[in-house]
Nanobody, 124 residues
Framework: QVQLVESGGGLVQAGDSLRLSCTAS????????VGWFRQAPGKEREFVAA????????YYEDSVKGRFTISRDNAKNTVYLQMNSLKPEDTAVYYC?????????????????WGQGTQVTVSS
């Protein structure tokens, strides 16, 4: 089993940057694909970005392309989400999730383990 803990959220102004971290414990993180999702108040949880374990290929939701970057440091068992040029519509609770096997997923059902989430609030 994998335990995931997110950190790095906070309150920022539009245009600012934040870096979220997702740190794993329990099993070797390097063989897991990792995704970031977010859930705004009153909305369903949505895919943000993902990174594969096999070749570190990355995938992004259209609204964050060019602003967000996902990366991983397997030595630290950590995946990062660098968020630049933040907008008020990026306000949400951000979750990281992991899945084994080949191929990343863009749906909640694709992932097996989830963190507890970290709040990101962007003021205008």
């Amino acid at each position: 089993q994998v335990q995931l803990v997110e950190s790095g959220g906070g309150l920022v102004q539009a245009g600012d940057s934040l870096r979220l971290s997702c740190t794993a414990s329990g099993r070797t993180f390097s063989s897991y694909n990792v995704g970031w999702f977010r859930q705004a108040p009153g909305k369903e949880r949505e895919f943000v970005a993902a990174i594969s374990w096999s070749d570190s290929s990355t995938y992004y939701e259209d609204s964050v392309k060019g602003r967000f970057t996902i990366s991983r440091d397997n030595a630290k068992n950590t995946v990062y989400l660098q968020m630049n040029s933040l907008k008020p519509e990026d306000t949400a609770v951000y979750y990281c999730a992991s899945k084994g096997g080949y191929g990343v997923g863009t749906h909640e059902r694709d992932y097996d383990y989830w963190g507890q989430g970290t709040q990101v609030t962007v003021s205008s």
